[in-house]
């Protein structure tokens, strides 16, 4: 299994809809769990952390699941402006950190 | 407060030719890292500074150096680029201990081409 796997879509989803995306992670040991952000051609930004009770943020909603070693980001009443990538990001250790490949998400008008 | 600043935006280079990628951070962070994002392979570390004086190879630093002049700047050094080296290399900076390493902070990238 790859260290931090994501579907790379693309997801095309009308606006309002919501979308889920999955990541899942390898290394059991694993304790930090985040979502970055990043928009065509700019650079990564954090999204939000993953804690273990779930959180939300806004529209936004993210939960871990260690069991199944994966976290997933939850997006509500989808925009245009959420058309972007989205990075799933996993903390074995604070000196490794594995950035996913990204899943591509378009919002169609 | 301007962050992470990276120079220059874009850069063409012919082989075996070099040049030093600069970065600068005013956040007062003492990690910073330096990584390449090609298609298709996701966002990958090159070298990393734990804290000032500090350097470490990440994931793929063959064909790379760096320099952490002082607590705000890192440079990145490509002695001999080769084609292999043509990607979008972006630096970050955090602040180290516990999950706040993971709260990295991205410059806007430099966009190399090596022919």
């Known amino acids: 299994r790859k260290e931090v796997e994501q579907d790379p879509g693309p997801f095309n989803v009308p606006e309002g809809a919501t979308v889920a995306f999955n990541c899942t992670y390898s290394n059991s040991a694993s304790q930090s769990f985040f979502w970055y952000r990043q928009d065509c051609r700019k650079e990564p930004k954090l999204l939000m952390s993953?804690?273990?009770s779930g959180n939300e943020d806004g529209r936004f909603t993210a939960q871990l699941n260690r069991a199944s070693q994966y976290i997933s980001l939850l997006i509500r009443d989808s925009k245009l402006s959420d058309s972007a990538t989205y990075l799933c990001?996993?903390?074995?250790?604070?000196?490794?950190?594995?950035f996913g490949k990204g899943t591509r998400l378009h919002i169609l008008p | 407060n301007a962050g992470v600043t990276q120079t220059p935006k874009f850069q063409v280079l012919k082989t075996g030719q070099s040049m030093t990628l600069q970065c600068a951070q005013d956040m007062n962070h003492n990690s910073m890292y330096w990584y390449r994002q090609d298609p298709g392979m996701g966002l990958r570390l090159i070298y990393y500074?734990?804290?000032?004086?500090?350097?470490d190879k990440g994931e793929v630093p063959n064909g790379y150096n760096v320099s952490r002049l002082n607590k705000r700047e890192f440079s990145l050094r490509l002695e001999s680029a080769a084609p292999s080296q043509t990607s979008v290399y972006f630096c970050a900076s955090s602040e180290p201990g516990g999950s706040r390493s993971y709260e990295q902070y991205f410059g806007p990238g430099t966009r190399l081409t090596v022919t």
């Open positions: 500074s734990a804290s000032e004086g500090t350097t």
């Open positions: 990001v996993v903390g074995p250790g604070h000196d490794k950190i594995i």
């Open positions: 993953v804690y273990s």
